[in-house]
Nanobody
Framework: VQLQACGGGMVQAGGSLRLSCAASGRTSTMAWFRQAPGQEREFVAAWKSGSNASYAESVKGRFTFSRDNAQNMAYLQMTSLKPEDTAVYYC????????????????????WGQGTEVTVSS
């Protein structure tokens, strides 16, 4: 499975962006992670087929994860953006099913997109 992420850019604090991730095949779980300069990659949001989306506390209420399974697409609508949201955002996917407990763990994902950069200015 290949993943292609896009939609990043520069925006002022309080603004919005929508990230997209196109998968070349079917997946069971898709997720977004992000990595800020000098920091470790961190979980942002995930959606496992048959479950609800889960979010990091830092983005809950501001970000919305959606999927179009027919098109093998995942989206991350980001609103009320803050400077601390600045990072490279990565789309990740897994084909085989996993329990909900592990969706926040980057190690369970087999496929990763190339990353799309989001910069939020104050």
């Amino acid at each position: 499975v290949q993943l292609q992420a896009c939609g990043g850019g520069m925006v002022q604090a309080g603004g919005s962006l929508r990230l997209s991730c196109a998968a070349s095949g079917r997946t069971s779980t898709m997720a977004w992670f992000r990595q800020a300069p000098g920091q470790e990659r961190e979980f942002v949001a995930a959606w496992k087929s048959g479950s609800n989306a889960s979010y990091a506390e830092s983005v809950k209420g501001r970000f919305t994860f959606s999927r179009d399974n027919a098109q093998n697409m995942a989206y991350l609508q980001m609103t009320s953006l803050k400077p601390e949201d600045t990072a490279v955002y990565y789309c990740a996917a897994r084909v085989n099913r996993i329990v909900d407990t592990y969706v926040r763990n980057a190690k369970v994902y087999d496929y990763w997109g190339q990353g799309t950069e989001v910069t939020v200015s104050s």
